[in-house]
């Protein structure tokens, strides 16, 4: 089983301009982002990854384990660990 990518009109799209596709290109970008650009997504007010995860996704409870986190490392390697157990 391959992991899903979302439909072109619901790619993540990063301040930057760059277009992330499934969580594997989510957890890339998180492993080198910019700590302006990660906490433009992810502040006290939201958690826009979280809720890209849950509601385009449809994978609920990594949304709800990377909706507390504000570390982009503490996220990536939360991510590639779902990645590795669920498609592994």
């Not at 990063?14 to 910019?34: D, H, Q, S, Y």
């Not at 809720?51 to 504000?70: P, R, V």
């Amino acid at each position: 089983m391959k992991p899903k990518s979302a439909t072109p009109e619901n790619y993540f799209i990063l301040v930057t301009g760059v277009p992330i596709k499934n969580m594997k290109e989510l957890a890339n970008a998180l492993e080198n982002m910019n700590g302006w650009v990660f906490s433009h997504h992810v502040n006290d007010s939201r958690n826009d990854f979280a809720n890209w995860t849950k509601i385009i996704m449809k994978e609920y409870e990594l949304a709800e384990e990377m909706e507390e986190m504000m570390d982009p490392k503490e996220m990536e390697m939360l991510i590639l660990k779902h990645l590795v157990n669920k498609y592994m």
